[in-house]
């Protein structure tokens, strides 16, 4: 025991005399002394220049080093300057194993680093290049450290925690530059400042920042302050945030001169050894657009869990974008885009981020929905649905000057077309993105107005996977009837294969084409069949690669805005050589169960079956459907089969039955529907031939039946003369001889 008691008494002894030497190496030696000494190891060992212009100072209690007006130039040119540094520990809490920093204190700070036009930092060439000759450094020790004993560790594990305190931090008028000469960016942080007070781990404290930042490329300046209350514990793997408090205003290019405001707020929580991170009422908010979420996170790896929700308040994309010094979107409607705000919750196993109760406002349309994204291959799935939308109010105004210089002639509408044709096109897809996707997509909308047309009950539903996209369903009610179709793009080659498939039944196409390309030439109710597959990447491409074939029928309909039925009388009058009566003949032509076959071969349709049963007459026809010049080519022949009109000029003879009455459709169709047909003199002298052909045989026939009659009553006679009573029974019985 006493040894033991010797042995503390030395001890105690030691840290006496220690504590005596530095009390009496503080009070005797003054560090300024040594300033030629210490520039010149400076300089021996890096490549900067030191310069200590002020005094320098060191305290015993507090243990502390004060330096003041310190500069470090490299290679001619400033590379860090510090106006004051003053770092103070108290000596027994060293002593106590409890460290306390009483005060540091960092002022004027001024830091210069760049880059050259080879892309090297200048803080790369601070320490000095040792010359070639250098010995090489000896080889590190590598004896074995005895392994701490058992009781070592166990005293290091279950002993108690530093106690580690600082009772103040202040960084104030700290500037920084920072110099790309590779790049042209430069970036100043400048009236830099950090003050902070009773920082002890266990404990919270307050922070609170200041700085400005100033970009070159793009200009661009940014005012920030930042206060908070933060926590870690002795550990250092568990750390809170509360009361956050970030604002920054910035100014600039990117805002187009304009200056916005950002902010963020509420309370942020992390555990690293749990690995568990939290948001607590926390706000982000720029300009007019703000967020706000609680989130749980477990997980820090490639399969985090989350848990929480998600709202961005309504708010207006074009007051944005005009807080942001963005372009204006112009729409049709110029109250679009004024109330849009999305919800949801967030939740999903590890590895999955799930939407539950998604709400998407876009002004008065409203969708509802979920959906999910998995981290690991990016797939995502949405399952959303709509109330109405109308699309059109969305589009871009027409503006007077398009209006203006619309075409007014067919040839100012070939040259525009022409002038359009010539532009560069653009691909549809971006491939390699599409090859990426994993998706499975269900969307449907009550409502849809789009291009003037009204679609009500859509449903659609898309998937995607290694370059294969499919639209597996997209259907919906249109004007009366229904549609659907499926759409296969096989984008797994640089020319992307498209296979569609569509079925329409009793769409009434006069609303259709009225509304859809202002074309009111049709009614009825039309069925078709589509079947196309075509290839590639443009519009172009797509058109004249297109292969397929369109099967239609329209119950009951009319032609409108010409009447084949005068066309028809036409032909009849001047075979019965007569001048029709009739002044009103109407502007349409009704017709039942006109049906046709048309052949896809490229920006071109062919049409060989077209037939309808029209009032007297059968139409029949074949021809063209030019898609790119929106020309038709088609000639339309009007069969008699019965009584057409009640004008005593168009009466059916037997002349004209069965007789084909020629009729011609050409023209633009997006231009003059009303001038397409018209009567074909052309072949009409086909069909005097026919007409003349049934005279012929009309007249034919007339002779022979006068013949049998003559040739009858004298045979009548001669018998009657000869046979008497007798005569009569035989002629009675030749009667049908000659009938």
Request: proline letters at 3%; hydrophobic letters at 40%; aromatic letters at 6%.
């Amino acid at each position: 025991m006493k040894v033991i008691r010797y042995a503390l008494y030395a001890l105690i002894g030691l840290v006496v005399l220690a504590v005596a030497a530095v009390a009496i190496a503080v009070a005797v030696i003054n560090p300024n002394d040594y300033k030629p000494q210490i520039e010149a190891a400076v300089e021996k060992q890096t490549n900067l220049d030191l310069i200590l212009e002020g005094d320098i100072g060191w305290s015993f209690i507090p243990l502390g080093l004060e330096l003041n007006k310190v500069e470090a130039t490299l290679e001619g040119e400033r590379f860090v300057a510090l106006e004051q540094l003053i770092a103070q520990i108290d000596f027994w809490s060293l002593i106590a194993m409890s460290p306390q920093v009483n005060t540091f204190v960092l002022n004027g700070l001024d830091a210069h680093f760049e880059v050259n036009e080879q892309g090297e930092g200048n803080w790369a060439r601070i320490m000095a290049e040792k010359p070639a000759s250098a010995e090489e450094p000896e080889k590190a020790d590598t004896t074995e450290v005895p392994a701490a004993s058992e009781e070592t560790a166990e005293t290091s594990e279950g002993g108690e925690a530093l106690n580690f305190n600082v009772e103040n931090v202040e960084i104030s008028n700290a500037r920084v530059h920072y110099n790309d000469l590779s790049t042209g960016q430069s970036v100043v942080l400048e009236d830099f400042s950090v003050m902070a007070s009773n920082i002890t781990l266990g404990s919270e404290f307050p922070l609170d920042i200041q700085f400005k930042v100033e970009t070159a490329q793009p200009k661009l300046a940014v005012d920030g302050s930042i206060s908070a209350k933060l926590k870690a514990n002795q550990a250092l793997n568990e750390f809170t945030m509360s009361g956050l408090k970030a604002v920054f205003d910035m100014n600039g290019e990117p805002f187009g001169g304009k200056s916005v405001t950002a902010e963020l707020s509420g309370s942020l929580a992390a555990n690293l050894e749990d690995e568990t991170a939290s948001l607590s009422d926390f706000t982000a908010s720029l300009a007019n657009l703000k967020l706000s979420t609680n989130l749980n996170v477990k997980g820090f790896g490639d399969k985090p869990a989350l848990d929480g929700n998600v709202t961005i308040s309504e708010f207006s994309l074009k007051k944005l974008l005009s807080n942001l010094g963005q372009p204006a979107i112009e729409t049709a409607d110029p109250d679009v885009l004024k109330a849009i705000a999305l919800s949801t919750n967030l939740g999903g196993k590890p590895g999955t981020v799930a939407l539950s109760d998604l709400k998407i406002t876009l002004d008065d349309t409203k969708f509802n929905g979920n959906g999910s994204y998995t981290l690991s291959n990016g797939g995502l799935m949405f399952n959303l649905q709509g109330d109405k939308l109308n699309a059109d109010r969305y589009l871009p105004p027409a503006s007077e000057e398009d209006a203006a210089a619309a075409p007014e002639s067919k040839e100012e509408s070939s040259t525009a077309g022409t002038a359009s044709a010539n532009q560069p096109e653009t691909d549809l897809l971006p491939l390699e993105t599409l090859r990426s996707l994993l998706l499975d997509i269900k969307f449907g909308l009550g409502e849809l107005i789009v291009s003037n047309l009204t679609i009500n009950e859509i449903k659609a539903s898309t998937t995607a996977k290694d370059g294969l996209l499919k639209v597996d369903e997209f259907s919906g009610k249109l004007y009366y009837g229904t549609f659907g179709a499926n759409v296969t793009i096989d984008a797994r080659t640089d020319n992307p294969k498209w296979n569609i498939r569509s079925d329409v039944n009793n769409v009434q196409t006069l609303p259709l084409l009225t509304q859809l390309a202002e074309v009111d030439m049709l009614s009825g109710g039309a069925n078709l069949k589509l079947a196309v597959n075509t290839n590639g990447n443009r519009i172009s491409a797509l058109r004249n690669n297109a292969k397929g074939e369109i099967n239609f029928n329209l119950a009951e309909g009319e032609f409108r805005k010409m009447n084949l039925t005068r066309m028809a009388c036409q032909g009849i009058a001047l075979v019965n050589q007569e001048q029709l009566s009739t002044s009103n003949w109407g502007t349409t032509t009704p017709f039942n169960d006109m049906r046709g076959t048309l052949k896809i071969n490229g920006n071109t349709l062919n049409n060989t079956e077209l037939v309808a049963a029209l009032a007297g007459m059968r139409l029949e026809g074949d021809g063209t459907v030019d898609l790119e010049q929106s020309k038709l080519d088609y000639e339309v022949g009007l069969r008699i089969v019965g009584d057409v009109h009640s004008d005593q000029a168009c009466r059916t003879t037997e002349y004209v039955q069965n007789v084909v009455i020629p009729v011609e459709c050409r023209g633009n169709f997006a231009e003059d529907s009303a001038g397409l047909c018209s009567f074909d003199g052309s072949r009409f002298r086909d069909t005097l031939k026919d007409i003349a052909a049934n005279a012929a045989r009309a007249k034919a026939k007339e002779k022979v039946d006068e013949v049998k009659q003559k040739a009858k009553d004298k045979v009548d006679e001669k018998l009657k003369e000869k046979l008497g009573e007798e005569g009569s029974k035989v002629k009675d019985a030749l009667k049908g001889l000659f009938n």
